[in-house]
């Protein structure tokens, strides 16, 4: 697993888009703080750049640095949670501008997967995160049913759990520094 996260490193450090398997599904993913690299994730699902992507952290302490400030009741829902949940906070900071919704909020979630916290943690940056499809094309619940398209449009593919068929997507919740609490996708 070593060597995997290594390559990895290198092509998000170079700007590059990863396939990895994540704690959901598996995902195209790149640095969270390069524009470009986020700008490369759009064109490739052929999605509209006002649609907002996950970022993954590997840690709360990293939620935190890229957080104006976390709700209280966040700590709970991570403690929590019994699947993936992503939380969409407000006022997020030094991410990559075209991450960031109109309304000033950006999507986190805090991996639960190893590869993936290791992965996060050593690279020291969130990592985008979404499905590995086609904007409005069904999500891939395996590797084996990614499309060509995908497979070729990404600078790296992690080589790890290629056989494992993946879980659903994740629960996302909206949190207002208000203490509003709305449900996005259960």
């Known amino acids: 697993m070593n060597k995997e996260i290594e390559r990895t490193i290198e092509s998000l450090k170079k700007g590059e888009l990863i396939l990895y398997p994540t704690d959901t599904v598996w995902g195209i993913g790149c640095d969270a703080t390069n524009e470009l690299a986020v700008k490369k994730i759009y064109a490739l699902k052929k999605r509209i750049d006002t649609k907002a992507l996950i970022c993954l952290v590997g840690n709360v302490a990293m939620l935190e640095r890229h957080v104006d400030q976390v709700p209280d009741v966040a700590y709970d829902i991570i403690d929590l949670a019994t699947k993936p949940t992503t939380i969409?906070?407000?006022?997020?900071?030094?991410?990559?501008?075209?991450?960031?919704?109109?309304?000033?909020?950006?999507?986190?979630?805090?991996?639960?997967?190893?590869?993936?916290?290791?992965?996060?943690?050593?690279?020291?940056?969130?990592?985008?995160s979404t499905s590995a499809n086609i904007s409005g094309e069904p999500t891939p619940n395996g590797f084996n049913k990614i499309s060509k398209a995908i497979l070729k449009g990404v600078d790296y593919v992690v080589n790890l759990d290629r056989e494992k068929t993946n879980g659903s997507s994740s629960s996302i919740l909206k949190l207002g520094n208000d203490g509003t609490v709305k449900v996005i996708r259960e």
């Open 88 to 128: 969409i906070y407000d006022n997020p900071i030094g991410i990559a501008k075209n991450l960031i919704a109109a309304d000033n909020t950006v999507a986190f979630r805090v991996a639960s997967d190893k590869f993936c916290q290791y992965l996060i943690n050593k690279f020291g940056k969130p990592i985008v």
